[in-house]
């Protein structure tokens, strides 16, 4: 069924965390204990290439946050590409994620890359959160 609109769907909130030794098990919006799950996430790496990582993730319910380890997606990447991780390195954009089966076609070669962009979800908002002694706050209220 082709779709009516060609704006992009959006789904899900992304926070790239930059912290090695903090794992968030907590939400760092609401405190939700958050849950391990699977996403299928689009990169973009510069110039242009897109990037698929099956991924288990940190997941708050409540505010629909995915939370990636920076360090991980950036050595998952470079091994993916056979590049060392510091070419990676400010590279690339986590831009959304899409379902496991268009991701499976996507593997196998079936979907070409427009296909993807217009079946992804991208993020509706990347979040950014800094570390003072007290908690975890949105960096935006500082
Ligand atoms: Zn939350």
């Known amino acids: 069924m ?12 992304f926070f790239l965390n930059p912290y090695i030794d903090c794992a968030f098990t907590k939400c760092p919006k609401c405190e939700t204990k958050t849950k391990i799950r699977k996403f299928p996430l689009v990169i ?23 939370i990636v380890k920076k360090q991980e997606i950036e050595f998952l990447i470079a091994a993916g590409l056979n590049q060392p991780p510091e070419t990676i390195e400010n590279k690339y954009l986590v831009m959304g994620t ?5 991701w499976q076609a996507a593997n196998k070669g079936l979907l070409s890359p427009q296909e993807i962009i217009t079946r992804m979800y991208v993020f509706k908002d990347q979040w950014d959160f800094e570390v003072i002694p007290a908690g975890w706050y949105p960096s ?3």
């Open 44 to 66: 973009h790496i510069e110039p242009q290439q897109l990037f698929f990582l099956n991924k288990k993730c940190k997941y708050c319910t409540n505010c629909e946050l995915i």
């Open 140 to 142: 935006e209220e500082k």
């Open 98 to 102: 899409i379902e496991r089966k268009d």
């Open 2 to 13: 082709p779709r009516k609109k060609s704006s992009p769907q959006k789904k899900h909130r």
